[in-house]
C-alpha cells in the first residue's frame, strides 16, 4: 500500500519541469498523496542549519559510494579520500554546479538517501523518488564491472537523469560513424558535430524531451513498489527497460497510449479502488 509519493528535485537539471512529473503521477493515481520538494541532500543541509557536520558527513560517504574503477567493485569500507571529500563539499554547497562523468554505486548512493528520510516517512507506505544529476551504477558480477543505470527501484528509488543519458546505448549506425571518425583523426569539434548529427535518436543534458521521459521512469519507481515488477515487456509501453536510445524514446515518446493494455489496466483499477 502507498498513501504519499514524495518527489525530489536536482536543481542541476534547469530544463525539467518537476511540477509537471508530480502532476503526471497525481493525475493518474489521484488517490495518492504526491508532495514535491527540492533536492533531498542539499534540502536536508539547508534545514539543518547549513550544519558543517552535516555537510561533512554526507561528503564524506558520497566520497566513499564513488566508482573509482569499471572494473573493481565497490568495497563496502571504501575509505574517502581527503581530495574527493572537498570536491562533494563544493558541489553540495553549488547547486549550479554540473560535473558530468563520475559515478557512484547506486546502492551506496540509495543507502545515503535512505539515511537522511525522516523515521516518520520511511515506511513501507511512503515512497520516495529521487531525482539526481549523479551517474549511478550497479556491479555485475558476471562480467565483473560496473554498468550505468538510469533507475534503481526501492526504498527510496533513484532516477539519474545523467543515467537517461549515458546509460542506453546509442545507435549501431552512430558507433560505426565514431569509429569512423576516430580512425581518420577528426579532432572533438568534428565528434561532437557528429553527435549532433544523431541528436533525434537519443537524449542529450537539458534536453527539452526529458520532462516528458522522467514521467515513465517516475512510474516504473510506482509500478516497482505496488507489483514488485518495475518492468514491462512491451516496447510501447512505459514501464519497458530499453537498453538503446532509441527503445527508450520509443517507449516514452512514441504515438499511443502511455502503457501497454496490461498496465493501462492496472493503472486504472488503482486509479478508481485506490492504491493498496
Known amino acids: 500500500m502507498i498513501c504519499n509519493v514524495y518527489i525530489y528535485s536536482e536543481p542541476r537539471c534547469a530544463g525539467l519541469a518537476f511540477t509537471e512529473v508530480a502532476d503526471y503521477v497525481a493525475e493518474l493515481l489521484p488517490s495518492l498523496a504526491v508532495q514535491l520538494r527540492g533536492p533531498l541532500l542539499e534540502s536536508k543541509i539547508e534545514g539543518n542549519g547549513n550544519d558543517t557536520g ?25 575509505q574517502a579520500l581527503t581530495g574527493e571529500v572537498a570536491y562533494e563539499r563544493r558541489r553540495l554547497a553549488n547547486p549550479s554546479s554540473v560535473v558530468h562523468g563520475l559515478m557512484y554505486d547506486a546502492y551506496a548512493y540509495s543507502g545515503l538517501c535512505h539515511a537522511l528520510i525522516p ?9 520516495h523518488i529521487i531525482f539526481t544529476n549523479q551517474l549511478i551504477g550497479t556491479w555485475d558480477p558476471a562480467d565483473r564491472r560496473y554498468h550505468a543505470r538510469t533507475v534503481l527501484c526501492g526504498s527510496p528509488s533513484i532516477i539519474s ?3 537517461l543519458v549515458e546509460a542506453p546505448a546509442r545507435s549501431p549506425e552512430y558507433y560505426f560513424a565514431l569509429r569512423g571518425a576516430e580512425a581518420i583523426g577528426l579532432g572533438k569539434e568534428s565528434k561532437l558535430e557528429l553527435a549532433d548529427s544523431f ?6 543534458y537539458d534536453d527539452q524531451r526529458m520532462t516528458e521521459v522522467v514521467k515513465g521512469y517516475a512510474m516504473q519507481a510506482i509500478a516497482y513498489r505496488l507489483s514488485g ?3 514491462c515487456s512491451d516496447p510501447k509501453c512505459r514501464l519497458f527497460n530499453a537498453h538503446w536510445q532509441r527503445e527508450l524514446l520509443k517507449a516514452q515518446l512514441g504515438e ?10 492496472f493503472f486504472q483499477r488503482l486509479s478508481k479502488e485506490g492504491v493498496s
Do not use: T
Open 119 to 127: 523515521q516518520a516517512e520511511a515506511g513501507f507506505d511512503q515512497l
Open 229 to 231: 515488477d518495475a518492468f
Open 161 to 163: 537523469i545523467s543515467g
Open 54 to 78: 552535516l555537510l561533512d558527513g554526507i561528503a564524506e560517504s558520497l566520497a566513499k559510494a564513488k566508482v573509482r574503477d569499471l572494473l573493481q567493485s565497490v568495497p563496502s569500507d571504501q
Open 256 to 265: 499511443g497510449p502511455d502503457f501497454c493494455s496490461e498496465h493501462e489496466g
Open 199 to 204: 541528436a533525434d535518436d537519443c537524449l542529450s
